[in-house]
């Protein structure tokens, strides 16, 4: 029992992550009908960003902090200086932002050797509930996420930036003729996506250490989530999200690691074959 239970409390916590990731691109997917095949890059530089405050000698959680804002500072330089002049042709956006992820990628290497580097947590202590030990940061990590769940809910569904979001992605040409700023709207979604993929980053680091290949396995499971649940709403890449998160981390207990990633690569294939748009239809947020 005391193993099944820190099973379990595994699962959700790494499911947590892949929900934080697959937010940020399912918005920037929903937003710019683009996959920014980058985002798994800015997971890895909000490790980064976390790695770079440690390595100055100043508090692990500080850089927890700054990891989203530089993110979105990073996302809103990217999306104003490029990758908003191939929107109207996706596809060399999302070869852009794939090739904007391998120089991320090879520059962290770069800049670390090659290394896997130790980052400890804010929180080091468990939790004893019922006699099985739950690390104290990972409950940390189910707490952030709720929170920051229900706060991107409240304002795409509560505020008036919300249902400019939402107008602007229902139908551009009518939001813009009613003088919303749809470049303005574009722009502040993407950086929101990408302090979502630093704020990913950062919580995980201390769990999988810093490599430079550690974004590719969020984006892989991302890109899945989004897949799977569907373009358009907030609750399917969410749904999405819990599915391959709880696959991704449940397999493994029972089978391979190789084997536990191709089942579940092949158990989102057979879904999306039957339900092309996701689980959830895109309708409203």
Same mark, same amino acid.
């Given at each position: 029992m005391d193993a099944a239970l820190n099973a379990l409390f595994e699962i959700l916590s790494f499911g947590a992550i892949i929900v934080l990731v697959v937010l940020g691109l399912g918005i920037i997917a929903s937003m710019m009908g683009i996959f920014n095949f980058a985002h798994g890059e800015f997971v890895l530089l909000g490790a980064y960003t976390t790695y770079l405050f440690y390595s100055w000698g100043?508090? =692990?959680?500080?850089?927890?902090?700054?990891?989203?804002?530089?993110?979105? @500072? $990073?996302?809103?330089v990217l999306e104003r200086l490029a990758i908003r002049r191939f929107y109207a042709v996706p596809i060399v956006a999302m070869l852009g932002t794939y090739a904007l992820g391998i120089i991320i990628r090879e %520059?962290? *290497?770069m800049l670390i050797g090659g290394l896997y580097v130790s980052i400890p947590a804010p929180l080091v202590a468990s939790l004893v509930i019922g006699g099985v030990q739950l690390p104290e940061w990972r409950i940390a990590i189910l707490v952030i996420t709720a929170l920051v769940m229900a706060g991107s809910y409240l304002l795409l569904t509560r505020t008036s930036f919300g249902l400019r979001m939402r107008a602007a992605l229902e139908n551009p040409a009518l939001a813009r003729a009613s003088g919303?700023? %749809?470049? *303005? #709207?574009?722009? $502040?979604?993407?950086?929101?996506?990408?302090?979502l993929a630093g704020?990913?980053?950062?919580? !995980?680091?201390?769990?999988?250490? @810093?490599?430079?290949?550690?974004?590719? *396995?969020?984006? #892989?499971?991302?890109? @899945? +989530?989004?897949?799977?649940?569907?373009?358009? %709403?907030? !609750?399917?890449?969410?749904?999405?999200?819990? $599915?391959?998160? &709880? @696959?991704? +981390? +449940?397999?493994?207990?029972? #089978?391979?690691?190789?084997? +536990?990633?191709?089942? &579940?690569?092949? #158990?989102? $294939? !057979?879904? =999306?074959?039957f339900r092309p748009g996701g689980l959830i239809s895109r309708g409203r947020v």
């Open positions: 100043l508090p =692990v959680w500080l850089g927890m902090l700054a990891a989203p804002f530089v993110l979105a @500072l $990073i996302g809103l %520059t962290v *290497r919303i700023s %749809t470049d *303005r #709207i574009y722009a $502040i979604s993407f950086a929101f996506g990408s302090a704020l990913a980053g950062a919580l !995980v680091v201390p769990i999988f250490s @810093l490599f430079a290949d550690l974004g590719l *396995r969020f984006l #892989i499971q991302g890109f @899945l +989530a989004v897949m799977l649940g569907g373009v358009g %709403t907030f !609750v399917g890449p969410v749904a999405g999200a819990g $599915i391959i998160g &709880v @696959l991704s +981390a +449940a397999l493994p207990w029972a #089978i391979s690691p190789v084997l +536990a990633d191709v089942l &579940v690569f092949v #158990i989102a $294939i !057979v879904i =999306v074959k």
